[in-house]
């Protein structure tokens, strides 16, 4: 079995093998690209997804494909740089910088990309988004176009103490009033494309049923994106049963189905005070990961 292979299937499409999980190299930040490939080789990931964003090694094909090699860890998805903060990596031109995620995906043989639905102030590529996505997975034989569930900004996140905020979520029943900074919706089946990416955090931030989603979604679902939430107003990503998310429930469905996608972590371990302390997060959602996803 390669790298990009999630095992095999009978003729009934009941999966042989396991499911695939990777590591975000988000997910050790503020550390960087190579302690994310570090961490997934010491811990047993069964490789990264590459986030391209500011630091300069994650945008270098070449410096990254060293890694590769030095720690045996191969790229399964390339994130493409789509949010606020890597709106400048690769240009300003988010067409290009689209198009060439998939070329970088290619060189390193990884099998998606996963992107974000544009904001409504990239009015041009907004109206051709769905277009593009279409015509780059025609072009590929190797890579899927993956569009990534998102969430709106919420009012309440402007309530005060974020601690709060689950208690009122739950009190009203829902998010509440939210503005969407995404075009035409921050749920990218309203749109209807021929892949997604499935994030379970961004699910409990926008108060949405992940496993309606997933539904939805069908068998244009190809990518997980793992972790939890308890429905704050501020995009969470928890180590997976630390939230409210059924994400046990999601995964053993996806184990049971025809699902031939990758599952990644991508939790937030930003407020880990020792590298060990980080590491005991990883190790812990690749331990939830493994126990839910075995076929």
């Known amino acids: 079995m390669t790298a990009g292979e999630s095992g095999t299937r009978t003729s009934g499409g009941r999966r042989t093998g396991r499911i695939l999980v990777g590591l975000s190299t988000a997910s050790v930040y503020p550390e960087n690209t190579e302690a994310a490939f570090e961490y997934a080789a010491d811990l047993g990931y069964d490789g990264v997804e590459l986030m391209v964003w500011a630091e300069s090694v994650s945008q270098d094909v070449a410096a990254v494909t060293g890694l590769v090699r030095k720690y045996a860890v191969p790229v399964l998805a390339v994130h ?7 709106q400048r990596v690769w240009g300003a031109d988010p067409v290009a910088k689209l198009e060439r995620s998939v070329r970088t995906a290619e060189k390193l043989g990884a099998q998606t990309v996963v992107v974000h639905p544009p904001f ?9 988004f769905a277009d593009q996505v279409a015509e780059l997975e025609e072009r590929s034989d ?10 709106p900004m919420r009012a309440d996140r402007f309530w005060g103490a974020k601690s709060k905020s689950a208690e009122r979520l739950e009190k009203r029943g829902g998010p509440g009033p939210g503005v969407s900074a995404f075009a035409p919706s921050y749920d990218p089946t309203d749109v209807g494309h021929a892949h997604y990416t499935l994030d379970v955090s961004h699910t409990a931030t926008a108060g949405m049923d992940a496993l309606a989603l ?22 969470e990503h928890l180590i997976p049963g630390h939230g409210s998310q059924p994400c046990a429930q999601l995964c053993r469905s996806l184990a049971e189905s025809e699902f031939s996608g990758h599952a990644v972590l991508e939790i937030n371990t930003q407020n880990a005070r020792t590298r060990a302390e980080r590491r005991s997060m990883l190790a812990q959602s690749l331990a939830f990961a493994r126990e839910h996803l075995a076929p």
């Open 80 to 86: 493409a740089p789509c949010l606020l903060i890597s």
């Open 120 to 128: 409504r102030w990239q009015r041009r590529y907004a109206d051709g």
């Open 142 to 151: 190797e890579v899927t176009v993956a569009v990534e569930n998102m969430f």
């Open 214 to 235: 997933a539904d939805r979604m069908g068998s244009g679902l190809n990518h997980l994106h793992l972790a939890d939430g308890r429905g704050a107003s501020a995009d």
